[in-house]
């Protein structure tokens, strides 16, 4: 045990610390209880699957799960196998003075800083604009997978590398090509690895609102091809809020909406994470 | 353990393995140790680096025999191993000069068909390395890869092959549970398994029983002892009463000013009874290494 | 370390099929970030031009309709909201490491830090939504009009917190134990041993932390659109309304044309080379941050 000095400074800071602590806990706890006292009375299962009447004051979020949902798809599709083949050839066809992916790691831990209005300005230009897709669903996911892209590789990578290289040597020994050393051996033992990074990936996608305001759009019709306008749920919190006088309601229903997909997502990912962690523990 | 001699285990080895001369590819019906050269070592040298590790190895071995490469660590043993099936590539930076012939076939000619190589040449590690999957899976991947079985024989040659090492009676219930859930012996001789399903000619084992305990250890021993005459056996070991065991020939390697090198090759019984090289007598006696 | 990139050509027909798809997925992901740059140039390039840069600086206000592009409002609105925020979270920030490091009892310190990697989880509308219907209201109450470069402070002082504390966490959780073992037994108090030797020890962590609170804060968006009431002047006090380059950019890209258009992507090329500054900054640190083994 550390000794008890009964000093006044050490006494403090002491209490500076624990009341700073407190401070922050009830400031959190006051958001959050804010959220469920607003937005409770709103939620049922009614306004999950009906459609928003009068600018979202009232009816539900049907359609902007939909959309929601089409946005994260595209996103997921797009930036997953640009993500593995990324990571599997950082993590297996380079190491760390190999120039070409020291040059791509240092430009994925710029990107991984870039805000995200930026990315919003940047799908604007090169997908609505350049590529003619116009605000729609194709731009905003394809926005998206750029951004969650760094983040996606980095754990990827992670999870390859934390493999031991007596499965590459072991694999290479019984005459397998590198192909299927990748394929049959190293991907699945990356596999949870690559989940739990997929989910984060998807977690802040979903929290995502700058980079879809130009890219996605507004519109809160159900969606009748990747091609339309659609409204993440994002987005409806963010226009209910602003720009609909009386929308506060469905905003905090919305908002509950949004924050527990994001926990259980994030308790998703830290249980595949424990799960791979004891998994990985060899009996000696 | 100690009386084990290089004769006697022959008739057991021969009776151990009913119904397996379909696939095997070697079979002894003489004498084990017939002086016929099966690996062929001139002037190999291994560099890592600019550090050159082992020195213009000459060495031969023969066929069906066990060999034990002995010597103090950093010597160069396991680098001359892992030349014999190239995984020296995958070293960063390591390179290797000099010739290494299997039968007539050159190893270390860059057109040299690496799966085929290393499809013959069996190799196990210190630490077991099973993959992260079921015992029959660990088994499968490799018969699936080189695809020379149909899939039907699959179940009958994983059998056998798992009798062979001596697992089948503690594995037969279990072969859908992760292999990396079985004992330390037992996942090598799951390994041992795993490169024999793929009916190589040669064997190379880098201290295969040093990460076991004894009991493990003795397993793995006999079971390695009884496959002398079906392939060429090429085992690193530190354990001299094990080299004196089970070898046929002997190898010692030897550090000098840093760089490896072979000091003395022969039959088992020349090297331990009447060594030449006075390095050798001093690490036999035990005053060195 | 075995890897394939010793010996990067294989015999193999399958295995250079697969070397080339994953050098050109690298390269897709690699190019992304030049991909922006050239993007957001080519867009800017227009007002650039014809403007020059010094008009963002000498216009005589912000009006695109009457071709004035004064941008030094929003960066003044950006600044001060940044530098309050990282005053208020940086220091809380490092209590709240300590505090879990070592202050706290095992079973508050797993629950607290859980709370604040839930918080660092919340996206941004919803603090954003908070902050507009019960922080807004609140100082209003106090000093109207309420929508105020103090609310924006607090809000991304609230936002930026977690990413602080979790780095700095993270850096004092890799402080070899022996140091708190010497310290202890020169017979240091707590708090004397945190001050003397561990912030110390943990300094390029702290400033990692401190860098990327900084470059969030610079870089975030919806929050400070709905709190900050978005009137396009330099804040005299606290409580003025004030418009960061975010919320400027997020606020009229929908209807945008022409030099006001291209003005925006110049103020996101602006916004996009100080992120890029404090990202690289933290990265260097954290590269720095490795202790000697203090046995």
């Not at chain 2, 040298?45 to 031969?60: F, P, T």
């Not at chain 2, 034990?68 to 191993?81: D, I, N, Q, R, W």
């Not at chain 3, 080519?42 to 206000?61: C, K, M, R, V, Y």
Request: proline content about 5%; glycine content about 8%; aromatic content about 8%.
């Amino acid at each position: 045990m550390l000794t008890q000095t009964k000093d006044t400074e050490e006494r403090i800071w002491t209490l500076m610390i624990w009341s700073s602590v407190g401070l922050i806990s009830l400031g959190f706890l006051w958001i959050l209880g804010d959220l469920l006292w607003h937005g409770w009375t709103q939620l049922n299962w009614n306004f999950l699957f009906s459609s928003p009447k009068n600018s979202g004051r009232e009816g539900g979020i049907g359609p902007i799960l939909i959309s929601t949902s089409l946005i994260i798809g595209v996103c997921m599709i797009i930036a997953w196998p640009i993500g593995l083949g990324t990571a599997i050839f950082l993590a297996e066809y380079t190491q760390d003075h190999h120039r070409f992916g020291r040059l791509i790691r240092g430009s994925l831990d710029v990107l991984a800083g870039v805000p995200s209005i930026v990315f919003g300005l940047f799908g604007n230009a090169l997908f609505c604009q350049a590529l003619g897709l116009g605000f729609s669903i194709l731009s905003g996911g394809l926005t998206l997978a750029c951004m969650v892209l760094p983040m996606l590789i980095r754990t990827t990578e992670e999870s390859f590398r934390a493999i031991t290289s007596d499965q590459r040597l072991a694999a290479t020994a019984l005459g397998f090509s590198r192909s299927t050393t990748i394929w049959c051996i190293l991907l699945p033992a990356a596999m949870p690895g690559l989940l739990a990074g997929s989910i984060l990936g998807l977690g802040r996608a979903i929290a995502e609102t700058a980079a879809l305001i130009f890219t996605s759009g507004y519109v809160d019709r159900m969606p009748e091809s990747l091609l339309d306008s659609g409204r993440s749920l994002s987005i409806h919190i963010y226009d209910l809020a602003m720009n609909v006088a009386g929308g506060n309601p469905n905003a905090y229903a919305t908002a509950i909406v949004l924050v527990s997909l994001l926990i259980i997502i994030n308790l998703t990912a830290s249980w595949i994470a424990d799960q791979w962690t004891t998994s990985n523990q060899l009996p000696t | 353990m100690d009386n084990i001699q290089p004769a006697p285990h022959l008739t057991k080895t021969e009776a151990q393995l009913p119904g397996i001369q379909t696939w095997l590819p070697y079979q002894s019906t003489e004498a084990c140790c017939e002086p016929v050269a099966h690996i062929r070592a001139r002037d190999l040298s291994i560099c890592y680096a600019k550090h050159l590790a082992l020195q213009r190895v000459n060495l031969v071995i023969n066929k069906g025999c066990i060999t034990a490469l002995v010597g103090p660590s950093g010597c160069g043993k396991t680098s001359f191993l892992m030349s014999i099936n190239r995984l020296t590539d995958l070293i960063p930076r390591c390179t290797v000069t000099g010739q290494l012939q299997i039968n007539e076939f050159d190893v270390l000619t860059p057109s040299t068909d690496l799966l085929h190589l290393r499809r013959q040449v069996g190799m196990i590690f210190q630490k077991p390395t099973l993959f992260p999957f079921s015992i029959k899976k660990n088994l499968e991947l490799p018969i699936r890869e080189h695809g020379k079985h149909a899939r039907k024989t699959w179940a009958t040659l994983i059998e056998t092959t798992l009798q062979q090492v001596g697992l089948w009676d503690e594995v037969k219930d279990r072969l859908d549970q992760p292999a990396q859930a079985l004992s330390g012996g037992q996942q090598q001789r799951l390994c041992l398994a795993r490169a024999m399903v793929l009916a190589p000619e040669i064997l190379i084992l880098d201290e295969p029983c040093s990460a076991l305990d004894p009991i493990s250890s003795g397993i793995v021993e006999d079971l390695i002892v009884s496959l002398r005459g079906q392939y060429t056996v090429i085992i690193v070991t530190h354990n001299l009463a094990q080299a004196r065991r089970i070898a046929d020939d002997v190898a010692i390697f030897w550090a000098i000013d840093g760089i490896g090198q072979l000091i003395e090759h022969g039959p088992a019984r020349t090297i331990f009874e009447s060594p030449q090289h006075e390095l050798t007598s001093a690490y036999i006696t035990g005053a060195r290494g | 370390m075995i890897s394939f990139s010793n010996n990067i050509s294989s015999q193999f027909l399958n295995d250079r099929v697969l070397l080339w798809s994953l050098r050109f997925f690298a390269l897709i992901a690699g190019s992304l970030l030049f991909l922006i740059v050239i993007f957001l140039i080519h867009e800017a390039w227009p007002a650039l031009h014809q403007l020059g840069i010094t008009s963002f600086f000498t216009d005589n206000a912000w009006y695109p309709t009457e071709s004035l592009y004064l941008l030094t409002p929003m960066l003044w609105g950006t600044f001060l909201a940044t530098i309050g925020a990282v005053i208020l979270a940086a220091p809380i920030g490092i209590l709240s490491a300590v505090f879990i490091h070592y202050y706290a009892p095992s079973l508050l310190a797993i629950t607290y830090r859980r709370l604040i990697e839930l918080l660092a989880g919340i996206p941004s509308v919803v603090f954003g939504l908070w902050g507009l219907v019960v922080l807004v209201p609140l100082i209003a109450s106090w000093q109207p009009p309420g929508p105020s470069l103090l609310a924006g402070m607090l809000i991304l002082f609230l936002m930026i917190l977690p990413t602080i504390t979790l780095v700095i966490h993270s850096s004092l959780a890799q402080i070899p134990i022996a140091y708190i073992h010497n310290a202890t037994a020169l017979g240091l108090g707590r708090w004397s041993m945190i001050r003397k030797v561990i912030l110390p020890a943990a300094k390029s962590g702290i400033f990692t932390g401190i860098f990327l609170g900084v470059a969030r804060a610079l870089g975030e968006t919806m929050a400070i659109l709905m709190v900050c009431g978005n009137v396009v002047q330099a804040p005299s006090h606290l409580f003025d309304p004030i418009r960061t380059l975010t919320a400027n950019i997020a606020l009229e890209m929908a209807y945008a044309l022409g030099n006001h258009r291209s003005t925006l992507f110049v103020s996101g090329l602006m916004l996009m080379a100080m992120v890029v500054i404090f990202v690289l900054i933290a990265e260097q640190l954290r590269y720095r941050e490795t202790y000697a083994d203090a046995n």
